[in-house]
């Protein structure tokens, strides 16, 4: 495991993130043994929200840190502001009611690095920054950042911060993975993934922000869960949000190559293509969703696998050989 740290946060950071979504209060045991095996392979750094499993995932993973004894070792990311069906919930009473949840389901009175789960680009960033640094400097967040917020929102509320002598925006949390997306699969995502997001992953590149990438391997898309002869034969049991994101054919043509070039290195698919991502220009923390003890040890393996300049190009497509 490779790990680096985060301008705030006194703790060192696995560069790969373990998710907590699969979690679930009925199987605890199951749970607690992924999240043991994670532990025992090196990840320190755990992916947390308000929304997942309508708190039931923050339950059994604060249970898990209560009984190992490990809270103070542990990097947890927590999320607000998920938007519902009746309103877009990027407020400061929505940051403190879902913060104040989360705390009291996961057993403990701060989280690490609190992100924005959403963005409203009709609120003022300005009274956002203000009642971030009321819970940092009340204690209950040692760091916060954005999901799915672009640059040019972070840049205008790390602007608010300088100009008033706040605590700005640490980190990012965009889609990034080498698959791109041709449309979102869920309201208020953003990505950076592709050609097209070049300048976005610059201005990353420029202020060498943290990025905790979430769909690192797009969905499964690029661990081998899809195939052309399952795309051309079953394109329904896919399910429509992988077909409408990654269903293309430059991503296929992207999973060729990693499929092949994996072969010849002797690992898997899915090491391959996240080993890509870690390889990147940018300073990445990559979120993973192993659901298996299996799957989550083979992950922490990534950092064995070498790819090279021309590697990494030619697997994006960028040139013909390598």
């Keep these: 495991m490779e790990y680096a ?3 705030g946060i006194d703790k060192k950071v696995s560069r790969l993130v373990q998710g907590t979504i699969m979690l679930t209060e ?3 045991e199951k749970g607690f043994e992924l999240l043991d095996t994670a532990w025992e392979a090196g990840y320190n750094a755990f992916d947390t929200a308000a929304l997942y499993g309508g708190g039931t995932c923050e339950r059994v993973f604060g249970a898990w ?4 004894g490990v809270r103070e070792q542990t990097f947890v990311i927590g ?3 998920h938007h519902n069906g009746d309103r877009r919930r990027v407020t400061s009473f929505d940051i403190a009611a879902d913060l104040h949840d989360s705390l009291a389901r996961q057993r403990t009175d701060y ?3 609190h992100l924005l789960h959403r963005d409203d680009a009709a609120v003022e960033v300005g009274p956002i920054v203000d009642a971030l640094n009321e819970h940092v400097d009340a204690g209950r967040m040692r760091a916060f950042g954005g999901s799915n917020w672009s640059p040019e929102r972070i840049e205008e509320a790390n602007e608010y911060a300088d100009k008033n002598g706040l605590v700005p925006f640490t980190a990012s949390s965009p889609n990034f993975s080498l698959a791109a997306q041709a449309q979102v699969p869920w309201e208020g995502c953003l ?3 592709g050609p097209s997001h070049e300048q976005d992953r610059a201005w990353y590149r420029q202020q060498d922000m943290p990025l905790f990438t979430w769909s690192s391997l797009a969905n499964g898309f690029m661990a081998g869960r899809v195939s052309r002869e399952i795309f051309a034969s079953k394109p329904k049991s896919l399910g429509q949000m ?3 994101t990654y269903c293309h054919e430059d991503n296929f043509n992207r999973l060729d190559r990693v499929q092949g070039l994996a072969a010849e290195k002797e690992v898997s ?3 391959l293509a996240l080993s890509w991502v870690l390889h990147q220009d940018l300073n990445v923390f990559a979120l993973v969703g192993p659901l298996t003890p299996a799957e989550c040890r083979a992950n922490a393996e990534v950092f064995e696998v070498a790819l090279s300049a021309p590697e990494l190009e030619w697997l994006d497509l960028g040139r013909d050989s390598r």
């Design 5 to 7: 740290r985060i301008k």
């Design 26 to 28: 009925k199987e605890t």
């Design 65 to 68: 840190m209560e009984a190992r």
């Design 79 to 81: 999320k607000s502001c």
């Design 111 to 113: 989280v690490d690095l």
């Design 191 to 193: 990505s950076i993934s």
């Design 242 to 244: 992988m077909l409408d």
């Design 269 to 271: 698919i899915a090491q």
